[in-house]
């Protein structure tokens, strides 16, 4: 463990200091395509301004064949396109793989200066992150950046969900974390081969109802509430993510044609307090974009809240509801992300702006 005056030096001489705090940037949706298919690589350029993040993807869903395809993919896509308003980001093979170093050593000195965060996955504990935090710092400096790129770990192993508290704390460069349901699931030996998503066998049952007597009648019709398998797993992402002031997501959803299963795993996530979830098809972005940005009933209430709250401190009635010190933080929390996403969404601006706040 670095000590505290230490820890935000950089790691090799001439390489940038790394972030003091991790900007709140839009991410509603982190959305994968794979730089060697050129059917998709094809549609990156007219994505841009759409979606929140365009990620390319060297990582699992990559045949082993195409990795270099892939990676000489993305390099050509990072240097042709002006991403404005968009995230730029990939996701390396596992540090296990035998691309990873080819992954970063090509990728920083090519495009290094338009790569605004590096995913890490199978990420296991702050040692995986301490190594590429030091490579990172040596490839930038090597290659003369004078912004270091983020990175992000995702988490999909039992030991990297156990050491979340320490991954999240490893290096100031750390921006946030997803969740990897697929491989975690695996890892675990959870008995679902969906890639997340909720399972129709996890669930919990009303009680039998009883007779006159008071006997149950366990063969009576019952309703079952089917829960959520991740609800677990995302909480321990949301609080230490918190705690270290970096940013929690969803991962991926596999069922692309279940778009209504989609959204209600997102709005958890968002609920909770997720920023974003991953998109695997166009079609998710839509879906994450809704999600992820507060409803215009919310941000009203929020700021109505706000305004009757003046200083923010005692109680207030609204509505048949005691909003006090607390709640008005609550919707502090709103208004915030909605000034945010604002300002790089027209039309929620136009929604946004037409609110009318009464007392
Ligand atoms: C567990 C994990 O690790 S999850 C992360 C790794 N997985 C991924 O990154 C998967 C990314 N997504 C994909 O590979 C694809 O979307 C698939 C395989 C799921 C489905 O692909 P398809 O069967 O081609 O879907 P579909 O026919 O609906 O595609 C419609 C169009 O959208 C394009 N498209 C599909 N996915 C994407 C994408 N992620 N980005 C850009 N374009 C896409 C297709 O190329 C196709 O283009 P066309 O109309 O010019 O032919
Ligand atoms: C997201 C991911 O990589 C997984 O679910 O395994
Ligand atoms: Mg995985």
Known sequence: MRPAKDFFAPLAVGAPAPPREIPARPSRAIHFFDPGNEKMAAKVPAMVGTVDVLLGNLEDAVKAENKEKSRQGLVDIGKATDFGPTQFWTRINSLDSPWVLDDLTTLVPEIGHKLDVIMVPKVQGAEDIHYVDRLLAQLEAKAGLDRPILVHAILETARGVANIEEICAASPRMQGLSLGPADLAADRRMKTTRVGGGHPGYVVRQDPVKDDLGVPQYDAERTSYQQDLWHYTIARMVDACAMHGIYPYYGP????????????????????????????????ITIANKVFSPSVEDVAHARRVIAAMGDGTGAVMIDGKMEDDASVKQCQVMVALAEELAEIDPELKKAYDAIEVTA
């Open 253 to 284: 959803f596999g069922d692309i044609k279940d778009t209504v299963a989609c959204e209600d795993q997102f709005r958890n996530a968002f609920l909770l307090g997720c920023v974003g979830a991953w998109s695997l098809h166009p079609v998710q």
